[in-house]
């Protein structure tokens, strides 16, 4: 899946400087468009239609806030997040209620922009693949999850969706990891063979972990990373927001009630194959939480 970027500042340097970070971030095959002004912002997001608007505060014509304003009132379904030199906090909080989904204040670091784009392109309520909704919960997006990896870790990830798979096949042992809301109920399981663990335990270690001592600590810590990491993909209808992991477990064998959910329709689950960089690839599934008792 293509995103589309709208870049919206009244310099044309800052423009191209927030470009090249979005490049070097791993987003550098999408789509970019430039606005000089609100205004002109405006038209592009009524025509073309972004993923994401990156919108500086003070311009001539119609402000950043100004812009913000009109788009909420307009209803378009578009994300904004502020790159602006801004520090007043009750007008950042302002831009915040009016639901912008980030503030970054220039100048601003690479590492500082990536950690406020990844929840911003993950969520599930503007990335999704036309996968199976549900009444409490929408899955991950493959597209979500594909650039969400490979940018945390600087290593290509590909997630495809495939037909359901056998839980008595998978590689063991398993990882159970369980999502759920700010109050702690349990929405999604997901299992992942022994290989899906370890090749996303190796890939966050590598790149998120430089120049820590590799080894089971490590891989152990780097895994609940990449989880934690991959909850802001499931979405929360009730809520309104994206999940949180909650707890994992390691099952050395398939537990009974692990089995039975081999019994659950396709339409409640999204089966997923990660294939990494050297050509591997390995298996999870994810499951709707109903009456399975985790």
């Not at 915040?96 to 950690?115: D, I």
């Not at 891989?219 to 993909?233: D, F, N, P, R, Y």
């Not at 591997?280 to 709707?288: K, L, M």
């Amino acid at each position: 899946m293509t995103l589309k970027f709208l870049v919206v500042d009244d310099s044309k340097a800052m423009q191209t400087i927030v470009q090249r970070i979005l490049a070097s971030a791993g987003y550098e095959e999408h789509e970019f468009r430039f606005a000089d002004n609100g205004k002109q912002a405006l038209d592009t997001i009524i025509k073309w239609n972004p993923d994401l608007v990156l919108l500086d505060w003070h311009m001539p014509e119609m402000t950043g806030i100004e812009l913000l304003d009109k788009v909420n009132e307009l209803e378009l379904k578009t994300r904004i997040g502020f790159i602006t030199a801004e520090k007043n906090q009750s007008s950042l909080e302002r831009a915040r209620e009016a639901g912008a989904m980030f503030v970054v204040n220039k100048p601003f670091t690479v590492e500082k922009l990536k950690e406020n784009l990844i929840p911003a392109l993950s969520g599930a309520s503007t990335l999704t693949d036309s996968l199976p909704h549900v009444k409490e919960m929408i899955f991950p997006s493959t597209s979500a999850l594909s650039t969400l990896l490979s940018t945390i870790t600087d290593s290509k990830i590909k997630v495809e969706k495939v037909s359901p798979i056998d839980i008595s096949q998978l590689t063991l042992p398993c990882t159970l990891a369980l999502y759920g809301d700010k109050d702690k109920n349990i929405k999604a399981v997901q299992i992942l063979d022994a290989k899906t663990s370890d090749s996303l335990a190796e890939a966050f270690a590598s790149s998120v972990f430089r120049g820590e001592a590799f080894d089971d600590k490590l891989l152990a810590k780097s895994l609940l990373k990449a989880l934690s990491i991959m909850a802001v993909c499931f979405y929360s209808v009730e809520e309104s927001q994206e999940l949180r992991l909650l707890k994992t477990y390691n099952m050395q064998k398939l537990i009974a009630k692990v089995e039975k959910m081999n019994q659950i329709p396709e339409e409640e689950r999204l089966d997923l194959k990660f294939t990494f960089q050297d050509g591997d690839s390995c298996f999870s599934t994810i499951y709707r939480e109903s009456k399975n008792g985790f």
